[in-house]
């Protein structure tokens, strides 16, 4: 999106010369209607006489539909000051408002029988009832008053904006009718004759020489700082910034650079603010001549702004690639050129709307005049498009664009649409139309180029502020967060250069202030700034206490440590909820308003959010009952390790071979949980031991049992114990069965018993037995033929086992377990 942005910047320089231009018309008009402002009483309370006089003054122009703009936007402007009026009116006894219904509250609920209720508290609530509807007129009729109020402002700005349509939809004669172009010429030749005779006749003066002699010396200072600034300032200034940027390294230089190139254009345009004052201070320009000079100021932003706009982004200053950077020097060259001609026609524009408007040429000469100014400028704008297209073909991967070039793309097309679109429409006969389509297009292009060239900017800084490398830069969060906030700070300046009234922007962000109504409450973007300001201090505070404890005092206790967990989380939300309590409080939104939001919330909470209810409320029994606190060894759904961390949602628990398995706390409340660990680390350990038939079972306990009770591990109360299992199949069987100390080293506790078993039992000449088996061949004589045949040498060896002999093999021998279970130590 970035190369789109080339065109637009000129085009945005142009805009904030109209722009000031209409706030200065704007503020004209809202001086001109302060005149006729609200009245208010002795009592300060609004004079409703004289809000009817102007309201139906109002309602009778728009009705009418006879007034003119500017007389529409002062009543505007009057309606804005009654509406203020009336708003802060709606405050008025607000005070005394809630005091009588809070005593009307105390009395309680009125009964449906009036006699059921003493005559006394009758009469009370009858009295308060009415000073209560006393204290609520005012108000009452400010709030209609306001209403009224509002619905007119809506009404003129309708009006306003549907004259703005019909204006730029209006179908006007077409420049390609030639018999438009002998008056259009004519018209354009008297313009520049007068033009020519106004500057004579002022140079011909005997008085403008005199003053021209008096302010010769101050004249020809400005003329020399504008020769020098308009010829020789960017030179000198882009010398400088390549001496500075030869002295630095990575990021820095690019922040340098941009720096910097600011100079050239701030320099040549300070040069023309000179010519002008030296052209002034001459005298010698006439009343057109004027005209034109009121618009050089903004012809030379947008003139040098395209040019400056156009070199950072097409062309590489630090070593690095450009912001947009195009295969060859031929296509950079051309889109320098072509977005510095886009400001040159935007301020041929400005030059001529502004001399159309002072000799008010008829609509057929405004169309041939401006015609060959929007097909130049379409024509660049379609050249711009096709650039940015360029630009996405040599760098789009062939797996597909990124989101950056999709819509750098999606500019280009943009660009050629309405660069080709436009002058059609202009040459048809919409010249309003495609003026008001094909300028504001640049500019809005500029504006994204210049936050492009900001974006970059800021990434190049930050680098340098934290001594980032350029790739860590542009991985950083912060420049995109600032980048966006320039994005939405622009979206007013968009919303004018599309033809959005000033007056409409102040609607806007005046509806913004007023807030929306919650229940009672209202909230106003000052009660949310209120709201997270405390809350963010209740939360720091929350976090800091949380710290406190963790760190310092609860480690002094003698808690262990999954009560130091559970109290730590625990002060967590009871200050988290106290923090929201008193920001929502503090920012004066009664709580009792949002009763009815909340009930409605739960209802939608119980529905949808039915688990995530039940883990938070599971968790909040987890950390209060503490059937399992953080460092238990646990086993639940087949999962066993050590929890690490209760949450309000789910717990962690590392597992043995150190994954995070996240539990859900609704399994671990209402599931079934071994907790091997819970209120101490005593464990038992069984280990079995098998020994070869013929031993002494007696012999065999004794070494086992001294093995167990010299273990450090094991505990002495209670004491170990060996238990003869039984007979099996092939051993007799022999367990350990001891209470560790510790049962978090219950496997290392195993392995060291068994290798001391295996040492006893090798110096004792005990046996430990394998699995005994006899195999029994039903056919032995297969194997003898089987035997034979692998003697055929001449045989092939695809062909030298018979299938007929494999069968013989696998069918005919079987193994068969021994029926007593006795071995002599051998096979059979």
Same mark, same amino acid.
């Given at each position: 999106?970035?190369?789109?942005?080339?065109?637009?910047?000129?085009?945005?320089?142009?805009?904030?010369?109209?722009?000031?231009?209409?706030?200065?018309?704007?503020?004209?008009?809202?001086?001109?209607?302060?005149?006729?402002?609200?009245?208010?009483?002795? #009592?300060?309370?609004?004079?409703?006489?004289?809000?009817?006089? /102007?309201?139906?003054?109002?309602?009778?122009?728009?009705?009418?539909?006879?007034?003119?703009?500017?007389?529409?936007?002062?009543?505007?402007?009057?309606?804005?000051?009654?509406?203020?009026?009336?708003?802060?009116?709606?405050?008025?006894?607000?005070?005394?408002?809630?005091?009588?219904?809070?005593?009307?509250?105390?009395?309680?609920?009125?009964?449906?029988?009036?006699?059921?209720?003493?005559?006394?508290?009758?009469?009370?609530?009858?009295?308060?009832?009415?000073?209560?509807?006393? $204290?609520?007129?005012?108000?009452?009729?400010?709030?209609?008053?306001?209403?009224?109020?509002?619905?007119?402002?809506?009404?003129?700005?309708?009006?306003?904006?549907?004259?703005?349509?019909?204006?730029?939809?209006?179908?006007?004669?077409?420049?390609?009718?030639?018999?438009?172009?002998?008056?259009?010429?004519?018209?354009?030749?008297?313009?520049?004759?007068?033009?020519?005779?106004?500057?004579?006749?002022?140079?011909?003066?005997?008085?403008?020489?005199?003053?021209?002699?008096?302010?010769?010396?101050?004249?020809?200072?400005?003329?020399?700082?504008?020769?020098?600034?308009?010829?020789?300032?960017?030179?000198?200034?882009?010398?400088?910034? @390549?001496?500075?940027?030869?002295?630095? @390294?990575?990021?820095?230089?690019?922040?340098?650079?941009?720096? !910097?190139?600011?100079?050239?254009?701030?320099?040549?345009?300070?040069?023309?603010?000179?010519?002008?004052?030296?052209?002034?201070?001459?005298?010698?320009?006439?009343?057109?001549?004027?005209?034109?000079?009121?618009?050089?100021?903004?012809?030379?932003?947008?003139?040098?702004?395209?040019?400056? +706009?156009?070199?950072?982004?097409?062309?590489?200053?630090?070593?690095?690639?450009?912001?947009?950077?195009?295969?060859?020097?031929?296509?950079?060259?051309?889109?320098?050129?072509?977005?510095?001609?886009?400001?040159?026609?935007?301020?041929?524009?400005?030059?001529? !709307?502004?001399?159309?408007?002072?000799?008010?040429?008829?609509?057929?000469?405004?169309?041939?005049?401006?015609?060959?100014?929007?097909?130049?400028?379409?024509?660049?704008?379609?050249?711009?498009?096709?650039?940015?297209?360029?630009?996405?073909?040599?760098?789009?991967?062939? #797996?597909?664009?990124?989101?950056?070039?999709?819509?750098?793309?999606?500019?280009?097309?943009?660009?050629?649409?309405?660069?080709?679109?436009?002058?059609?429409?202009?040459?048809?006969?919409?010249?309003?139309?495609?003026?008001?389509?094909?300028?504001?297009?640049?500019?809005?292009?500029?504006?994204?180029?210049?936050?492009?060239?900001?974006?970059?900017?800021?990434?190049? +800084?930050?680098?340098?502020? %934290?001594?980032?490398?350029?790739?860590?830069?542009?991985?950083?969060?912060?420049?995109?967060?600032?980048?966006?906030?320039?994005?939405?700070?622009?979206?007013?300046?968009?919303?004018?250069?599309?033809?959005?009234?000033?007056?409409?922007?102040?609607?806007?962000?005046?509806?913004?202030?007023?807030?929306?109504?919650?229940?009672?409450?209202?909230?106003?973007?000052?009660? +949310?700034?209120?709201?997270?300001?405390?809350?963010?201090?209740?939360?720091?505070?929350?976090? $800091?206490?949380?710290?406190? +404890?963790?760190?310092?005092?609860?480690?002094?206790?003698?808690?262990? @440590?999954?009560?130091?967990? $559970?109290?730590?989380?625990?002060?967590?939300?009871?200050?988290?909820?106290?923090?929201?309590?008193?920001?929502?409080?503090?920012?004066?939104?009664?709580?009792?308003?949002?009763?009815?939001?909340?009930?409605?919330?739960?209802?939608?909470?119980?529905?949808?959010?039915?688990?995530?209810?039940?883990?938070?409320?599971?968790?909040?029994? /987890?950390?209060?009952?503490?059937?399992?606190?953080?460092?238990?060894?646990?086993?639940?759904?087949?999962?066993?390790?050590?929890?690490?961390?209760?949450?309000?949602?789910?717990?962690?628990?590392? !597992?043995?071979?150190?994954?995070?398995?996240?539990?859900?706390?609704?399994?671990?409340?209402?599931?079934?949980?071994?907790?091997?660990?819970?209120?101490?680390?005593?464990?038992?350990?069984?280990?079995?031991?098998?020994?070869?038939?013929?031993?002494?079972?007696?012999?065999?306990?004794?070494?086992?049992?001294?093995?167990?009770?010299?273990?450090?591990?094991?505990?002495?109360?209670?004491?170990?114990?060996?238990?003869?299992?039984?007979?099996?199949?092939?051993?007799?069987?022999?367990?350990?069965?001891?209470?560790?100390?510790?049962?978090?080293?219950?496997?290392?506790?195993?392995?060291?018993?068994?290798?001391?078993?295996?040492?006893?039992?090798?110096?004792?000449?005990?046996?430990?037995?394998?699995?005994?088996? #006899?195999?029994?061949?039903?056919?032995?004589?297969?194997? $003898?033929?089987?035997?034979?045949?692998?003697?055929?040498?001449?045989?092939?060896?695809?062909?030298? %086992?018979?299938?007929?002999? #494999?069968?013989?093999?696998?069918?005919?021998?079987?193994?068969?377990?021994?029926?007593?279970?006795?071995?002599?130590?051998?096979?059979?």
């Amino acid at each position: 999106m970035t190369r789109a942005l080339t065109a637009i910047f000129a085009a945005l320089l142009f805009a904030l010369t109209a722009f000031a231009a209409v706030g200065q018309n704007s503020d004209a008009s809202s001086e001109e209607a302060r005149t006729a402002a609200y009245e208010v009483l002795d #009592d300060g309370s609004p004079d409703y006489e004289a809000w009817e006089r /102007l309201a139906s003054q109002v309602e009778d122009a728009i009705e009418l539909e006879r007034a003119s703009d500017a007389d529409l936007e002062k009543l505007r402007a009057a309606l804005i000051d009654w509406r203020n009026l009336f708003s802060e009116a709606q405050k008025e006894n607000s005070i005394r408002i809630d005091t009588l219904k809070t005593q009307l509250s105390t009395l309680g609920a009125e009964p449906e029988a009036p006699e059921e209720e003493p005559e006394v508290l009758t009469q009370r609530r009858r009295e308060l009832t009415e000073r209560l509807n006393a $204290a609520r007129l005012p108000v009452q009729e400010a709030q209609e008053a306001y209403s009224r109020a509002d619905v007119l402002i809506r009404e003129i700005d309708a009006q306003i904006r549907a004259r703005q349509t019909d204006q730029i939809l209006a179908l006007g004669p077409s420049p390609l009718n030639p018999a438009l172009w002998p008056r259009a010429l004519s018209d354009l030749k008297t313009t520049l004759d007068l033009s020519i005779v106004e500057l004579r006749d002022n140079w011909g003066s005997e008085s403008q020489r005199q003053d021209l002699r008096d302010d010769l010396p101050v004249t020809l200072t400005l003329l020399a700082i504008a020769v020098v600034l308009l010829f020789r300032s960017r030179v000198w200034i882009m010398r400088l910034g @390549k001496r500075m940027r030869a002295k630095r @390294k990575g990021s820095s230089r690019g922040v340098i650079g941009f720096l !910097t190139s600011i100079g050239q254009f701030l320099a040549p345009l300070t040069g023309l603010f000179a010519f002008i004052a030296a052209l002034n201070l001459a005298g010698v320009l006439g009343l057109r001549g004027q005209v034109i000079a009121d618009v050089l100021p903004g012809f030379g932003f947008v003139l040098f702004g395209s040019h400056w +706009l156009g070199t950072r982004l097409f062309t590489s200053h630090t070593g690095s690639s450009a912001l947009i950077d195009l295969p060859n020097g031929t296509q950079r060259t051309e889109a320098r050129v072509n977005v510095g001609l886009l400001g040159l026609a935007l301020g041929v524009w400005a030059i001529l !709307t502004n001399l159309a408007a002072f000799e008010e040429y008829s609509s057929g000469t405004v169309s041939v005049l401006a015609f060959p100014v929007l097909l130049a400028t379409g024509y660049l704008l379609a050249r711009t498009g096709r650039t940015l297209r360029q630009y996405v073909q040599a760098h789009a991967d062939r #797996d597909g664009m990124t989101f950056r070039e999709r819509a750098v793309l999606f500019m280009g097309r943009v660009c050629q649409g309405v660069g080709l679109g436009a002058p059609i429409a202009a040459a048809i006969g919409y010249t309003n139309l495609a003026a008001s389509i094909l300028f504001p297009s640049v500019m809005t292009m500029a504006v994204i180029a210049v936050l492009a060239l900001l974006h970059s900017f800021l990434t190049g +800084l930050y680098g340098v502020l %934290r001594n980032l490398s350029e790739d860590e830069a542009q991985q950083a969060l912060l420049p995109v967060l600032m980048t966006v906030m320039m994005v939405i700070l622009s979206l007013p300046l968009l919303a004018l250069l599309w033809g959005v009234r000033a007056a409409e922007l102040a609607e806007l962000w005046a509806t913004f202030q007023h807030g929306f109504q919650l229940g009672e409450a209202r909230v106003t973007p000052r009660t +949310l700034m209120v709201f997270a300001l405390i809350f963010a201090i209740g939360y720091a505070a929350t976090r $800091a206490a949380q710290s406190a +404890l963790r760190t310092t005092i609860l480690p002094k206790t003698k808690l262990d @440590k999954g009560g130091q967990n $559970a109290i730590s989380v625990g002060v967590g939300y009871v200050g988290l909820f106290l923090a929201a309590v008193i920001a929502i409080t503090s920012a004066g939104i009664d709580l009792s308003s949002v009763a009815i939001v909340a009930g409605a919330l739960s209802v939608g909470i119980g529905f949808g959010l039915q688990t995530i209810v039940s883990n938070f409320v599971s968790g909040i029994i /987890l950390l209060i009952e503490r059937p399992i606190s953080e460092g238990d060894w646990i086993e639940v759904g087949g999962e066993m390790g050590y929890v690490r961390d209760i949450s309000v949602r789910a717990t962690r628990i590392e !597992t043995f071979d150190r994954t995070d398995v996240i539990l859900p706390n609704s399994d671990l409340v209402s599931g079934v949980v071994t907790n091997f660990t819970r209120g101490n680390s005593i464990g038992r350990v069984i280990v079995p031991v098998r020994v070869a038939y013929g031993n002494d079972t007696r012999r065999i306990e004794t070494i086992l049992m001294e093995i167990a009770e010299n273990h450090p591990m094991v505990t002495v109360n209670p004491p170990p114990s060996v238990v003869f299992q039984g007979f099996g199949a092939d051993c007799l069987e022999f367990e350990i069965r001891a209470i560790l100390s510790d049962v978090n080293y219950m496997l290392s506790v195993k392995s060291e018993i068994n290798h001391e078993i295996a040492s006893r039992f090798a110096e004792e000449g005990i046996e430990i037995p394998h699995a005994q088996r #006899d195999i029994w061949l039903r056919n032995p004589e297969a194997l $003898a033929v089987a035997a034979g045949d692998e003697k055929q040498t001449h045989s092939d060896d695809a062909t030298a %086992r018979s299938p007929s002999n #494999d069968a013989l093999t696998v069918e005919d021998m079987h193994r068969t377990d021994d029926s007593d279970g006795e071995s002599d130590g051998g096979d059979d």
